[in-house]
């Protein structure tokens, strides 16, 4: 038996190292590259749930939790829990929008809400549900349920949003 282990790891040998020999180093341009778009140094946070942290923000209809992402990344990324006040008022609430973004993504974590997304329709998010809203992509909130909660992750921090009505 000892002999047949030792075969059987001396004929692996040879297919190991002709993978190792496929492998070529990264070009001087790319590793270059890399080394200019280095993101910035980041710290650690944690957030705990606090009642007192939802606070006013972009829209009356809704209150803001912010998650301490956007001081921790130095404005490169924005996340906040938003909490909808009830009940929903759609002539407040269904105002034809986009916003300025790299990048934004969106968690119901719970109850739902009924938006439009250009190109899209109109689709109702559930908890649980989770979508990626294309740079600048113009939507609408037509409704959500009395206790919709969703989470926001925004690139960059700073961003601004356009109303088009």
């Not at 140094?41 to 992402?69: C, P």
């Not at 119901?108 to 809203?133: F, N």
């Amino acid at each position: 038996m000892p002999r047949t282990r030792a075969k059987a790891k001396s004929a692996a040998s040879p297919a190991r190292r002709a993978k190792t020999a496929k492998r070529r180093p990264l070009a001087k341009t790319a590793t270059k590259t890399m080394t200019k778009t280095k993101t910035p140094k980041q710290t650690f946070v944690v957030s705990h749930h606090r009642e007192d942290d939802f606070k006013g923000g972009l829209r009356r209809y809704a209150k803001y939790r912010d998650l301490g992402i956007s001081q921790a990344t130095k404005g490169m990324v924005q996340a906040h829990v938003i909490r909808f006040v009830p009940p929903c008022r759609p002539e407040e609430v269904s105002k034809r929008h986009y916003h300025d973004v790299d990048f934004q993504m969106v968690y119901v974590l719970k109850g739902w809400i009924k938006t439009e997304l250009d190109g899209q329709g109109a689709i109702v998010m559930k908890a649980g549900s989770c979508w990626i809203q294309p740079p600048r992509i113009e939507h609408v909130v037509l409704d959500y349920s009395d206790d919709c909660e969703v989470l926001e992750v925004i690139l960059p921090a700073d961003f601004k949003t356009v109303e088009l009505e």
